[in-house]
């Protein structure tokens, strides 16, 4: 797949711009809401992507946090859904084409793929940071490896 080139510089070359920033932002706040909504501010901001939010669990559920972009969901179950199961299996998933995804929850029919990065605290899934675009296939390895950065700086 082509290198996606945002206003000038690669997608790897933006989130290597972007997480010192973020680190900058959050360092001195300790409430996880406020940071959340920062991180989730400044990801949108910076690659224009169609939704971008966190999930926290809540019991048995995800209960919708912090997050940029059209009205989503509020409760997602375990198991449920492209989050639900980044949630359960604790792990990132890419999803090229969300309309292939068993059990996809269609909050917009305007997303058309995904990438879910659960938080882990203690090992333990607190939450997911969700992304989502209205273009096919927009995420990849690239994309997992940052995000991924991005939620371990936002929980170290």
């Not at 082509?2 to 000038?8: A, M």
Request: aromatic fraction near 8%.
């Amino acid at each position: 797949m082509e290198e996606l080139i945002i206003t000038g510089q690669t997608k790897q070359e933006k989130y290597e711009t972007l997480l010192p920033q973020i680190a900058s932002v959050i360092e001195d706040e300790s409430d996880m809401i406020a940071n959340m909504a920062n991180v989730a501010a400044m990801l949108h901001e910076t690659f224009r992507f169609w939704w971008t939010g966190f999930y926290r669990v809540q019991g048995e559920q995800l209960v919708l946090g912090p997050f940029q972009g059209p009205l989503a969901c509020t409760r997602i179950a375990k198991g449920r859904g492209v989050c639900g199961t980044a949630w359960q299996e604790a792990q990132t998933l890419v999803v090229k084409d969300v309309h292939q995804f068993p059990g996809h929850i269609a909050c917009s029919s305007a997303s058309q793929s995904e990438i879910v990065v659960p938080i882990l605290k203690d090992n333990v899934v607190i939450g997911v940071l969700d992304i989502d675009s209205e273009k096919p296939a927009l995420f990849d390895e690239v994309d997992a490896f940052y995000l991924e950065q991005v939620v371990k700086t936002l929980w170290k």
